[in-house]
């Protein structure tokens, strides 16, 4: 019995920034590790960040990289993803996920989704 529910998705220029956030309700032992997805129309679903609760984390190194970061809040049962110097091809659905026990990026492997919130970036 958990639930997640995603805010902070938007509109934003290029190069802007948005804080998006997830917080978890249920059982807290499910979610030792939070991470984030994302799904363009079209596209498939791709690994973006995921945390553990004493926040060792990875990330996409490709797409996000440096511009990322995965952070949490226990206390809240919250997890965050600030995205900085967003560009168009981050525009996507995304998405709070929770599950493993041990840092993954495959999306199998994650039992528990949030509905997801819009981030759109435009020119």
């Known amino acids: 019995q958990v639930q997640l529910v995603e805010s902070g998705g938007g509109l934003v220029q290029a190069g802007g920034s948005l804080r998006l956030s997830c917080a978890a309700s249920?059982?807290?032992?499910?979610?030792?590790?939070m991470g984030w997805f994302r799904q363009a129309p079209g596209k498939e679903r791709e690994f973006v960040a995921a945390?553990?609760?004493?926040?060792?984390?990875?990330y996409d190194a490709d797409s996000v990289k440096g511009r990322f970061t995965i952070s949490r809040d226990n206390t809240k049962n919250t997890v965050y993803l600030q995205m900085n110097s967003l560009k168009l091809e981050d525009t996507a659905v995304y998405y709070c996920?929770?599950?493993?026990?041990?840092?993954?990026?495959?999306?199998?492997?994650?039992?528990?989704w949030g509905q997801g919130t819009q981030v759109t970036v435009s020119s």
């Open positions: 945390t553990t609760r004493n926040g060792n984390s990875i």
């Open positions: 996920a929770t599950g493993p026990v041990l840092l993954t990026t495959r999306a199998s492997q994650y039992n528990y």
């Open positions: 249920g059982r807290s032992f499910r979610s030792i590790v």
